[in-house]
T-cell receptor, first 115, second 112 residues
Framework: DTGVSQDPRHKITKRGQNVTFRCDPI?????LYWYRQTLGQGPEFLTY????????KSRLLSDRFSAERPKGSFSTLEIQRTEQGDSAMYLC?????????????FGEGSRLTVL | GEDVEQSLFLSVREGDSSVINCTYT??????LYWYKQEPGAGLQLLTY?????DMKQDQRLTVLLNKKDKHLSLRIADTQTGDSAIYFC????????????FGRGTSLIVHP
């Protein structure tokens, strides 16, 4: 399957712990996005990469959130010192460059529950 | 997102048409999209429309765009129970660095 894959699908952690999510985009896509989705809301943009460059990170929710895409392929999203308010679905998406229609291809998400 | 607004719920009878509405604020929007999310799944693009178009039809789906009023709608003809899902309107605009901004989603419930 060559779709976007995310791991883990579900993560339960205790408040104060660090968590890391991984996203493997569609291989020929050079843009990779992270969104957060809470219950009853639409996806909320967090950050995105064009190849390995992180071009927008001002929308990351706090300095506890960080993302990397070291070789321009897979990406990780880390949340340090988790809080209960971090509980949400974290969605990864990939796309071709901005000159295209901009269609995003989403993974199935990583659901985080902070106890 | 506050820049894209949708009603939260729509209930229709199987076989009827469904119309889901969306308003957006950014006049620089280039593409507008409709995504579908089924329970436990990620979002999947249903259709999109470029900002210089008024209408786009794709099988049972019809998208109408009113740029003057910044209003987008999605009509699903002959709605089926398998169409039950959350439908998200999204825009891609210059102001947002062409990063798609999503509405809160409309939950479509199709009953027999």
């Amino acid at each position: 399957d060559t779709g976007v894959s995310q791991d883990p699908r579900h993560k339960i952690t205790k408040r104060g712990q660090n968590v890391t999510f991984r996203c493997d985009p569609i291989s020929e896509h050079n843009r990779l996005y992270w969104y957060r989705q809470t219950l009853g809301q639409g996806p909320e943009f967090l950050t995105y990469f064009q190849n390995e460059a992180q071009l927008e990170k001002s929308r990351l929710l706090s300095d506890r959130f960080s993302a990397e895409r070291p070789k321009g392929s897979f990406s990780t999203l880390e949340i340090q010192r988790t809080e209960q308010g971090d509980s949400a679905m974290y969605l990864c998406a990939s796309s071709l460059e901005a000159g295209s229609t901009g269609e995003l291809f989403f993974g199935e998400g990583s659901r985080l529950t902070v106890l | 997102g506050e820049d894209v607004e949708q009603s939260l719920f729509l209930s229709v009878r199987e076989g009827d048409s469904s119309v889901i509405n969306c308003t957006y604020t950014d006049s620089s929007s280039t593409y507008l999209y409709w995504y579908k999310q089924e329970p436990g799944a990620g979002l999947q693009l249903l259709t999109y429309i470029f900002s210089n178009m008024d209408m786009k039809q794709d099988q049972r789906l019809t998208v109408l765009l009113n740029k003057k009023d910044k209003h987008l709608s999605l009509r699903i003809a002959d709605t089926q129970t398998g169409d039950s899902a959350i439908y998200f309107c999204a825009e891609r605009a210059l102001r947002g660095s062409y990063i798609p901004t999503f509405g809160r989603g409309t939950s479509l419930i199709v009953h027999p």
